[in-house]
């Protein structure tokens, strides 16, 4: 079964599309350079905002017939096709296809709500396409509203990108009780949290040196820790150009730590195909 990553946090901010880009990216390269017989990453864009496609496409006009919209708003019967059809390629990498968000998200939420089995309606498509991929990875909204619901309904492991702050942190026990809500509510055994990624990290401050190591020691929250992302500005610069940080400055602090943390993931997706 296809690994499907959703990166969540109901707080805006904290990294979830730099990170979604950069490990969908990573993923890629890593496959390419362990000689996987498929090297194809999909990454999915269910932000209205579309900061995940606009850097790994170049583009933020997509619409109502060739973006997330038109699946979501297609027949069951031909969501697959419309999935399929709506997908391109990221100027990254070729093997890097991205189903593109768009701003009519905004109101598909409102068109949605009180649909049944809306909560189903990325889900039930992409498990006919799953398989073309060796990794999926969903970035959400900074709220868990009906569009994030359906990305967790469609996923197998919750990473939580938060930053080193007192409120984040706390706020952590409540991502992971929305989770679990998800897995039993609609009745999703597969997904599981995959890891909590700190983000931004800058070990000059005193505050988060405390938080984070009061994260390490946490009895629960302590376990789930995956990776630590310092506050690196070849990320913005990145960002700006369009780039992903690997391609920009592979010798950055921030790009070291995602390919460790891609590393980690990419271990336990083999470990999971090998069960």
């Known amino acids: 079964m296809t690994r499907?990553?959703?990166l969540t946090n109901h707080k805006g901010g904290v990294g979830k599309s730099t990170s979604a880009t950069n490990i969908a990216f990573g993923m890629v390269g890593l496959l390419r350079r362990?000689?996987?017989p498929n090297n194809r990453v999909?990454?999915?864009d269910t932000d209205s905002q579309g900061h995940a496609t606009l850097v790994t496409t170049?583009?933020?006009?997509?619409?109502a017939d060739d973006s997330l919209y038109?699946?979501?708003m297609a027949d069951r019967q031909t969501a697959p096709q419309v999935l399929a059809n709506a997908i391109v390629q990221s100027h990254w990498d070729i093997d890097l296809h991205v189903l593109p968000a768009?701003?009519?998200l905004e109101g598909a939420e409102r068109e949605m709500m009180g649909v049944a089995g809306a909560p189903y309606r990325l889900a039930d498509p992409l498990s006919k396409l799953a398989g073309h991929y060796a990794a999926i990875v969903i970035d959400t909204r900074p709220s868990f509203s009906l569009m994030t619901e359906m990305a967790l309904v469609a996923a197998t492991d919750?990473?939580?990108p938060v930053e080193p702050r007192y409120l984040e942190t706390v706020g952590l026990l409540s991502v992971l009780s929305k989770i679990n809500d998800i897995r039993e509510g609609w009745r999703r055994p597969d997904l599981r949290v995959g890891g909590i990624l700190v983000t931004k990290m800058d070990t000059r401050v005193r505050g988060h040196r405390h938080l984070l190591d009061e994260l390490k020691n946490h009895n629960i929250l302590g376990k789930m820790l995956c990776g630590v992302i310092p506050a690196n500005e070849a990320v913005s610069y990145a960002h700006r150009d369009h780039q992903n940080v690997f391609s920009y400055d592979p010798k950055a602090p921030a790009s070291k730590a995602y390919a460790q943390l891609v590393g980690t993931l990419m271990r336990r997706l083999v470990a999971g195909a090998a069960t």
């Open 4 to 6: 499907v990553f959703a």
């Open 34 to 36: 362990a000689g996987a």
């Open 42 to 44: 999909l990454l999915i």
């Open 58 to 63: 170049g583009r933020n006009d997509f619409g």
């Open 70 to 72: 038109s699946v979501l």
């Open 102 to 104: 768009s701003s009519l």
């Open 158 to 160: 919750a990473l939580i």
